[in-house]
Nanobody, 115 residues
Framework: QVQLVESGGGLVQPGGSLRLSCAAS????????VAWFRQAPGKQGRDLVA????????TYIGSVKGRFTISRDDAKNTVFLQMDSLKPDDTTVYYC????????WGQGTQVTVSS
């Protein structure tokens, strides 16, 4: 069973940047479509933020387009989310999974954007 471990979160000021990483262990990340999600405070369920296929076709939700960049390194079984021009509204816990959430969730990584 693939295990996902997210890292890279932290506290950053508005306009700052963070780079999130998602490492997959237990199996090769030979997954066609992987994605980053986030869970808004007090809300059930996780919302898709960005996804990337094995052919590097990327999609983003409107609110992060132009600010976030998803990428993957299959040799290292890792997916990244470069987050620039961060806003307070981006504050929440971020998770990775396959696009259709077929794996067990990791613990996520907290991103806090605040002055």
């Amino acid at each position: 069973q693939v295990q996902l471990v997210e890292s890279g979160g932290g506290l950053v000021q508005p306009g700052g940047s963070l780079r999130l990483s998602c490492a997959a262990s237990g199996s090769s990340l030979s997954l066609d479509h992987v994605a980053w999600f986030r869970q808004a405070p007090g809300k059930q369920g996780r919302d898709l933020v960005a996804s990337i296929t094995i052919r590097n076709i990327r999609t983003y939700i409107g609110s992060v387009k132009g600010r976030f960049t998803i990428s993957r390194d299959d040799a290292k079984n890792t997916v990244f989310l470069q987050m620039d021009s961060l806003k307070p509204d981006d504050t929440t816990v971020y998770y990775c999974n396959t696009r259709f959430m077929t794996l067990l969730w990791g613990q996520g990584t907290q991103v806090t954007v605040s002055s």
